[in-house]
């Protein structure tokens, strides 16, 4: 079966250009994450989905950074006038299920962002 | 301030020997905690976890065991083989919360040696 899809994989931008990274979860997933991991580090939370409403933004590091899921599906993660500390790969990841234990969450294989 | 500490960035390790990573954290709101393997350019794969309520559980090769008292977790790979090269993140995910969101350490990087 299809794991989690990102796209593009590869992203080049000049410093200000807006950029938006797609994420394809696994069908029937309820639950998407966004993550961000720089060079040399750990991914770090960004924002959670259940579905198509965003419960958790708090790790989105500015208001340039903006995430949406409308369907309950895909999702988007637009970073608007990128800057140079932007630059890092990009993680989505998705699991099936909610509440108060844990659900396996797959990741998919990221989108690297080169901010020049 | 990090919450899950990997403090030592790289390990070699003998082909057939045992591999040992450790993890540390600081919060005592995990409750769950697990290992991700990662390959370069690829995303990271899920290899095994632990439930707070156990120190110890095993999956073939893989063992990860659990001190709470000491806020330290480690995992054990035994015989280590050279396809276990890669970048071993910890993981922790809160007890409250729907988000459930996973706080990862740095990575140790595995390398074994045929």
């Known amino acids: 079966g299809a794991g989690v899809s990102q796209s593009p994989r590869y992203k080049v931008a000049k410093r200000g250009q807006d950029v938006a990274l797609r994420c394809d979860p696994i069908?029937?997933?309820?639950?998407l994450f966004w993550y961000q991991q720089a060079l040399g580090q750990g991914p770090e939370f960004l924002t959670y989905?259940?579905?198509?409403?965003?419960?958790?933004k708090s790790g989105l590091p500015s208001d340039r950074f903006f995430a949406e899921r409308p369907e309950g599906s895909v999702s988007t993660l637009k970073i608007q006038r990128t800057q140079q500390e932007d630059s890092a790969v990009y993680l989505c990841?998705?699991?099936?299920?909610?509440?108060?234990?844990?659900?396996?969450?797959?990741f998919g294989p990221g989108t690297r962002l080169t901010v020049l | 301030d990090q919450q899950v500490k990997q403090n030592s960035p790289s390990l070699s390790v003998q082909e057939g020997r045992i591999s040992i990573l450790n993890c540390d954290y600081t919060?005592?709101?995990?409750?769950?905690f697990l290992w991700y393997k990662k390959y370069p350019a690829e995303g990271p794969t899920f290899l095994i976890s632990?439930?707070?309520?156990?120190d110890k559980n095993e999956d073939g090769r893989f063992t990860v065991f659990l001190n709470k008292s000491a806020k330290h977790l480690s995992l054990h790979i035994v015989p280590s083989q050279p396809g276990d090269s890669a970048v071993y993140f910890c993981?922790?995910?809160?007890?409250?919360?729907?988000?459930?969101?996973?706080?990862f350490g740095s990575g140790t990087q595995l390398t074994v040696l045929p």
């Open positions: 632990i439930s707070s309520i156990k």
């Open positions: 993981a922790a995910s809160p007890v409250t919360g729907s988000a459930r969101q996973l706080t």
């Open positions: 919060n005592s709101m995990f409750d769950y």
């Open positions: 990841a998705s699991s099936r299920g909610t509440g108060s234990s844990y659900n396996e969450q797959f």
């Open positions: 989905f259940q579905n198509e409403a965003q419960l958790d």
């Open positions: 069908s029937g997933h309820v639950s």
